[in-house]
């Protein structure tokens, strides 16, 4: 093997560990000890040596949770040992009654220890390790085969591909470990704003989302969503022995499987009431959705002994939560206009106090949704809130129709602004077709004035709804030249807060490019997206100046993605747009990134460099702030000519691109 590659093999190797050690700290033991920033350029490091040495290629690398290519469909799995269910408990005396039958059963008077796990509500699953190596995952499906979602689950961080070798006790022969996968409620938010952004059906709870991002056919969407594992039991441990349930939960984390940091051991079934009773007061403030508490008879020789009887284990109960339901009645359905001119079912509901909240509208999410609960107007309805997540429809009780309820139909015109409303094919939402919709501009404003955007402070929803209804704002560039006078003649509007507005729509003129970006609302770019515009292109000429193909050669934009992009900026409405706010005032101005000298600068290499590999060169200039280009186009500033240089050369020279020599090249990027 020669020198070069020995060394980076090295490397590679170290650095697999490091990171692996660091997805530990993070997602086992809570504990980072470096940050994000230090975590992800180990992860960039590994992965461009990975891609330039592809015989050290490992399926374990940590570089392999970002996903595979689609597949056609999931392989069946059977599991070792069945994946039972609970039995549920409703209250306290159906809890004291589980542990009254397993006194029964074992005919057993002393004492009983238990730990009690908060009951995750995602999607159960079931991992297998051999001889440390993640080799399966597979979901519980009827709790005798499931599905084999193996490629989906490597891209979970804190699903380990390798285990740690447990302190003094090594790594079991074989494990089989089961758990829960689930959303946070802030990894829910993300995932149905992604949803939204792409025009796709928003998710009704964190466990649907789950269970849609575990099951994508294609693994890259899977890797793209914040989706975590908790581990909670075991279908078998060979080569490792336990004799608790407590001790199992220690050995997984020892082993760097995630845990639930909520677990409790408790000494009785009063410690248990004690832990319910605390958890359930504090289930809003949790960071992700519970609905109710596991209890689990601790000691495993008592678990064996009690066996399982119908499917559930005799030594386990979910005691759930009170449902935060209530039934109610549809007073009205009404289609609501959003940012994207998507028209969304509202279900205006007699009021109900559910969970402390008075609910009195529920998204009914869209038409196949009403059509599929059959929910009409004037319905009895069954209406659930669940914790920060809008309040929806769970069923209609037809049994108690009067026949004075009236079926809801999507209206053929805009509610707002009278344009054609449409459904295309393939599609769930229908939308106005209508690109000056008021609504459309409303939520255009608000999200061009919101924090990750222009950030312009004070523009709420009555405010901006006036500013469009009064023509005073007819596009974004509007917000540039309101007046003092014009916007003390609102309502609710005193001078003083006119003239703070007005300084602040000033102030968000000296703005980055990323958040100019990010404004103007183009499908599919959110705050991500924009950054990566940003670092590519470095000033909004460029952007207007881009080809699709230069959008391709961005990192993180997928052909969807840059179609997108490129359809916004190709229609002329929305350039206009971008001028007048530039004409305005506006200043998108972007930092290079650190050491940028060439922050902006794109760069076309043709022809062989003698001195390093294009890789290396690319790395070069990426390190610098710049960017490499694939084709020649106006958008190139330098084209580094090599040996050999081929035809695109010569198109260089047609546009007037100016040429470097490698060794001007070499001295431009310096010891980069
Ligand atoms: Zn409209």
Redesign the pocket.
């Known amino acids: 093997m020669p020198r070069q590659a020995k060394s980076a093999a090295a490397e590679v190797r170290s650095l697999r560990e490091e990171i692996e050690r660091h997805n530990y700290l993070y997602y086992v033991l809570d504990r980072p000890e470096i940050p994000d920033s230090e975590y992800d350029a180990k992860m960039r490091r590994l992965q461009k040596l990975e891609a330039a040495h592809p015989q050290l290629a490992d399926p374990a690398s940590p570089t392999q949770r970002v996903g595979a290519a689609p597949r056609e469909g999931f392989g069946k799995v059977l599991h070792s040992v069945p994946m039972l269910s609970l039995d549920n408990a409703m209250s306290r005396e159906e809890t004291a009654e589980f542990e009254a039958r397993i006194r029964r059963f074992l005919n057993h008077t002393g004492p009983i220890a238990y730990v009690a796990e908060h009951k995750l509500d995602g999607v159960a699953v079931e991992l297998v390790y051999e001889k440390g190596l993640f080799v399966q995952g597979s979901t519980r499906g009827d709790g005798t085969t499931g599905e084999d979602v193996t490629a989906n689950l490597r891209t979970i961080r804190s699903v380990p591909l390798r285990l740690r070798a447990a302190r003094s006790r090594g790594l079991p022969e074989r494990l089989e470990i089961r758990g829960e996968v689930i959303l946070s409620k802030r990894g829910f938010a993300q995932v149905n704003a992604q949803q939204v952004e792409r025009g796709e059906p928003e998710f009704m709870n964190p466990r649907n989302a789950t269970g849609g991002s575990l099951r994508q056919l294609d693994s890259r969407v899977t890797a793209s969503r914040p989706i975590e594992m908790f581990c909670h039991s075991s279908a078998s441990l060979e080569g490792l022995h336990v004799s608790t349930h407590w001790e199992f939960l220690d050995l997984c984390r020892g082993l760097g499987l995630r845990t639930d940091r909520a677990n409790r051991r408790c000494a009785s079934l009063d410690e248990v009431f004690a832990y319910y009773e605390a958890t359930e007061a504090k289930r809003e403030e949790l960071p992700h959705e519970i609905d109710g508490v596991v209890v689990k008879v601790d000691s495993l020789e008592l678990q064996r002994r009690l066996g399982e009887r119908d499917r559930s284990p005799r030594w386990a109960i979910a005691w759930k939560f009170k449902p935060r339901q209530a039934a109610t009645r549809v007073l009205d359905i009404w289609p609501s206009?959003g940012r994207t001119?998507v028209i969304t079912p509202i279900a205006a509901l007699e009021p109900r106090n559910i969970g402390g909240v008075t609910v009195s509208n529920a998204s009914l999410h869209n038409m196949d949704e009403v059509e599929r609960k059959d929910i009409r107007i004037g319905d009895e309805v069954l209406v659930e809130r669940a914790g920060d997540v809008i309040p929806y429809v769970l069923r209609s009780f037809p049994e108690k129709r009067t026949g004075k309820e009236r079926k809801f139909h999507m209206p053929s015109a805009?509610?707002?602004?009278?344009?054609r409303?449409r459904r295309e094919p393939g599609e769930v939402y229908y939308r106005?077709?209508?690109v000056a919709?008021?609504?459309?501009l409303e939520g255009g404003i608000k999200h061009f004035a919101g924090k990750h955007a222009m950030d312009i402070d004070g523009l709420g929803d009555k405010l901006v709804h006036q500013l469009v209804e009064t023509g005073l704002v007819k596009d974004l560039a509007g917000l540039y030249h309101l007046e003092l006078d014009a916007l003390v003649d609102l309502e609710r509007m005193g001078e003083k807060s006119a003239r703070n507005l007005l300084a602040r729509i000033e102030r968000s003129k000296q703005t980055t490019l990323d958040r100019l970006l990010n404004g103007l609302s183009i499908r599919h770019v959110g705050e991500a997206t924009a950054k990566a515009l940003a670092d590519h292109f470095g000033d909004i000429e460029k952007v207007l100046a881009a080809e699709p193909d230069d959008l391709l050669e961005i990192r993180d934009v997928g052909p969807e993605v840059a179609r997108a992009i490129a359809e916004f900026f190709a229609e002329p409405r929305n350039r206009q747009q971008v001028r007048r706010l530039l004409d305005a005032g506006v200043r998108p101005a972007w930092q290079p990134r650190r050491g940028g000298k060439l922050a902006g600068k794109r760069f076309l290499f043709t022809g062989g460099l003698a001195a390093m590999s294009r890789h290396e060169a690319q790395a070069r200039v990426e390190r610098l702030g710049g960017a490499v280009a694939t084709s020649v186009s106006k958008n190139v500033d330098f084209v580094v000519a090599g040996e050999e240089a081929g035809s695109k050369l010569k198109k260089a020279r047609d546009l007037g691109i100016e040429m470097l020599s490698e060794q001007r090249f070499l001295d431009l990027v310096g010891d980069a």
């Open positions: 206009v001119g805009c509610p707002r602004c009278g344009g409303v106005c077709l209508n919709c008021p609504t459309k």
